[in-house]
């Protein structure tokens, strides 16, 4: 790889790092501002999924540097997050003291590879890359219906199990043009939210 090519994909990087902390920050604002009927998205696994999904598809990283790029923007959207709440005065974790660094270590590189293939690939991995945002809008949202509806508005709630089924199902019919690709993604969804809900409903209720 050309030396010109390797300081474009380090500037693209470190453009989605920093874009992803702003993210971060305004989503620290948005927790105090946004109306009480969609205030439960700026402290989402659904939406915060779906903010690194869309940065990760737009850098237009593939295989381990999607991966590894995952990583550092859930980082970095956590640690933006935490720089503005801090900022207010109250206590959040920084890096290893904090729950959702881990949760980045995990989810990240799951997500980077899923933002790379549905960029970059078709058919199964297309399939499956589609997948895994709707998977956790999805499965938070039927949580968040079900276990903390009467504490939270259930505005938000239905948005993000519309949005997650809304994608899977328009990613099939725009993207893979196959009935069964389209199938496939759909059903994992389907189970994947499934799976999340069980393990989600088992950590948090």
């Known amino acids: 790889m050309r030396p010109t090519s390797q300081a474009v994909l380090v500037l693209r990087a470190l453009f989605a790092i920093a874009f992803s902390f702003v993210l971060g920050v305004l989503t620290s604002i948005g927790q105090q501002y ?38 550092l923007v859930f980082v970095a959207l956590n640690e933006g997050y ?21 949760i980045a270590l995990v989810a990240g590189p799951v997500v980077g590879l ?35 509806s009467g504490t939270t508005s259930p505005v938000y709630w239905t948005g993000s199990v519309v949005a997650g089924a ?3 199902v328009a990613f099939a019919i725009v993207r893979l ?14 189970i994947g939210a499934a799976l999340f809900l069980f393990l989600y409903s088992g950590r948090l209720v």
Request: proline fraction near 2%; aromatic fraction near 16%.
């Open 114 to 148: 899923a933002a790379g293939w549905v960029r970059h690939r078709t058919g199964v991995l297309a399939a499956i890359g589609a997948a895994v945002p709707s998977v956790v809008l999805i499965g938070e949202g039927v949580y968040g219906l079900l276990y903390v």
């Open 177 to 190: 043009r196959s009935w069964l690709w389209g199938c496939v993604s759909i059903a994992l969804t389907a």
């Open 34 to 71: 946004l109306p009480e009927e969609v205030s439960s998205l700026a402290n989402s696994a659904g939406a915060w999924t779906a903010i690194c999904f869309a940065v990760l598809v737009a850098s237009k990283f593939r295989g381990w540097r999607a991966a590894t790029l995952g990583v």
């Open 166 to 168: 809304v994608f899977v």
């Open 82 to 102: 935490g720089f503005m709440t801090r900022l207010k005065g109250f206590s959040y974790g920084i890096l290893f003291d904090n729950f959702w660094t881990f």
